[in-house]
């Protein structure tokens, strides 16, 4: 059962180690996207620990030293939760858990917290529940029994709370109800999908909180909710709209991250579906983001699970309004110039530059350069409609020859 709990603030601490593959830099920066994880299931980041290693302890996963080093710290700072960047063997989960007794959550576990309490619709609610028994499955074992249960607070949310489902064979049998719930729903959504006709489908896809639904708002009118915390939108929204006399779907949905868990796009599958089926893809970028490049990779890479990579996109660089490049003085001549201190011209004249037409830089807050996001959305539309309906073709010109209208 999903839980909608309100939290009160949870102190937490967080874990991330160092490594051959990921450096010191690397490692705050993913801290830091596990602190806005945090945040946005309701707790507050006290102190973070790291630890260099080549590879993780297989059964505390950080160091003896450093545990107690953690350990220490919990207890003295009042902290209900540990959080590790590293998704936990569930053998590990359970000795951390042993030795900190308090509540061991992983990134994987985290965002299933966040997902559980975001759930609005029970389609939504369904997929995430199965995710969360999926995630539970190998965990059983000892996971929790220990901890007071009634005290809910981060990663308490949904399965595990009650001692009757700490049974495998319950958790089992709930897996495949949900399964079947699921694809019932999925063929509903199915039909619905073949209902809409042969509209040009184009989905918004991107990393969470890059201003997908914002953007969706200005151009459809529709009222999706939106806001400053990570994955606002679990369901997916499709709206008609039309550009100069130009008709099509326009779908909003669920936003990625990395290391999105494997079960959220498994049971997510039909939610994505809508990626998966879509004529054309805005991949919206949240560009004044120090990390906007990595988070394109990871969209990339799940666009390539859910088999929807190599259409065709349009880069939307949002956010336009917040960019601000490092400074570098000018007579410091020790620091390294790092695309870190571009301007936009200067990105514009990168990888961005081969990607040809298909770039647009906007500000969906702003509604800066909405026309140029228009017109471009218009003439890739077009030219997927008239493939579909040649015969009216001569119905929408191209964008520029509008008459009116014209820019
Ligand atoms: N400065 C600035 N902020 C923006 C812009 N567009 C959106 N935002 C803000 O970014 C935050 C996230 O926007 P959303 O539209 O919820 O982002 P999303 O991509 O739908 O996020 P998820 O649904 O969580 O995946 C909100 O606080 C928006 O107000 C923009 O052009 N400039
Ligand atoms: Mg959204």
Redesign the pocket.
């Given at each position: 059962m999903i839980e909608k709990t309100d939290l009160s603030f949870e102190r937490a601490v967080l874990i991330g180690i160092v490594t051959r593959e990921q450096d010191e830099d690397k490692l705050e920066e993913y801290l830091d996207e596990l602190e806005f994880l945090t945040y946005t299931a309701g707790g507050e980041v006290i102190k973070r620990f790291s630890q260099k290693m080549d590879v993780p302890n297989p059964k505390t996963f950080i160091g003896t030293g450093k545990m107690e080093e953690v350990r220490e710290f919990v207890k003295e700072n009042d902290i209900g939760a540990v959080i590790f960047d590293d998704e936990l063997s569930p053998a590990q989960q359970k000795n951390v858990e042993k030795i900190l007794k308090v509540k061991i959550l992983d990134r994987t576990g985290l965002i299933l917290d966040i997902f559980a309490q975001r759930a609005k619709t029970s389609y939504a609610r369904t997929q995430v529940e199965l995710a969360q028994y999926e995630y539970l499955l190998p965990r059983l074992a000892g996971m929790w029994t220990h901890l007071e249960r009634q005290r809910g607070g981060i990663g308490m949310r949904g399965p595990g709370e009650t001692e009757i489902e700490t049974d495998r064979r319950i958790v089992r049998d709930k897996i495949s109800l949900l399964k079947k719930k699921l694809a019932t729903i999925d063929k509903q959504m199915e039909v619905q999908r073949g209902n809409r006709g042969q509209l040009v489908r184009v989905a918004l896809v991107?990393y969470?909180?890059?201003?997908?639904?914002?953007?969706m708002n200005v151009v459809s009118k529709s009222d999706v909710f939106?806001?400053?915390?990570?994955?606002?939108?679990l369901d997916t929204t499709v709206r008609k709209v039309v550009i100069r006399n130009l008709p099509f779907l326009l779908t909003?949905t669920?936003?990625f991250i990395r290391k999105l868990p494997t079960q959220l796009v498994e049971s997510f599958k039909s939610t994505l579906d809508e990626v998966r089926e879509a004529d054309l893809l805005l991949h919206?970028v949240d560009i004044?983001h120090p990390n906007f490049e990595d988070h394109i990779d990871s969209v990339n890479q799940i666009l390539t699970e859910i088999e929807a990579l190599g259409k065709p996109t349009i880069m939307v660089f949002?956010?336009?309004?917040?960019y601000k490049p490092e400074k570098l003085d000018e007579d410091d001549l020790m620091t390294e110039r790092t695309s870190a201190h571009y301007s936009l011209k200067e990105w514009k004249k990168t990888w961005m530059n081969r990607m040809g037409e298909n770039v647009l830089f906007?500000?969906?807050?702003?509604k800066d350069n909405l026309e140029d996001f228009r017109k471009k959305v218009y003439e890739a539309v077009r030219e997927i409609h008239i493939t579909r309906f040649p015969y009216n073709n001569f119905l929408y010109p191209e964008y520029d020859k509008y008459g009116e209208q014209k820019e």
């Open positions: 991107g969470t909180n890059v201003g997908k639904s914002t953007l939106a806001e400053n915390k990570l994955f606002a939108t909003d669920v936003g919206v004044s949002n956010k336009i309004d917040a906007i500000s969906a807050l702003n």
